[in-house]
């Protein structure tokens, strides 16, 4: 079965930065529009990011930006989100996901999707 993996989640104290990364072994992410998702206990699913194929554009939900970057490697097989001065409220369990399309609403569809990696911000 297709997935795609998550890594780089942990503890961060406030104001900390963590990198995460989406990688697949069985398809390229080259071509491909990816996102980034976050859950949190009892709230609904949220699209954080996403990056578009061409690299051209790129979707930050209003509570990230100017605090996360999403990017995307030379080689085309891994898509990072680089967080910065974290918040309590950046908990969450964060999924990537490869997308239909990443437009300036956010991101469209869902698939592949990983297992997650959990982000904790907390003193």
């Known amino acids: 079965q297709v997935q795609l993996v998550e890594s780089g989640g942990g503890l961060v104290q406030p104001g900390g930065s963590l990198k995460l990364s989406c990688t697949a072994s069985?398809?390229?992410?080259?071509?491909?529009?990816i996102g980034w998702f976050r859950q949190a206990p009892g709230k609904e699913r949220e699209g954080v990011s996403c990056i578009n194929s061409s690299d051209s554009m790129r979707y930050y939900t209003n509570s990230v930006k100017g605090r996360f970057t999403i990017s995307r490697d030379n080689a085309k097989t891994t898509v990072y989100l680089q967080m910065n001065s974290l918040k309590p409220e950046d908990t969450a369990v964060y999924y990537c996901?490869?997308?239909?399309?990443?437009?300036?609403?956010?991101?469209?569809?869902?698939?592949?999707w990983g297992q997650g990696t959990q982000v904790t911000v907390s003193s």
């Open positions: 069985e398809f390229s992410l080259k071509n491909r529009a």
């Open positions: 996901a490869a997308v239909a399309a990443c437009f300036v609403t956010g991101p469209v569809g869902g698939s592949y």
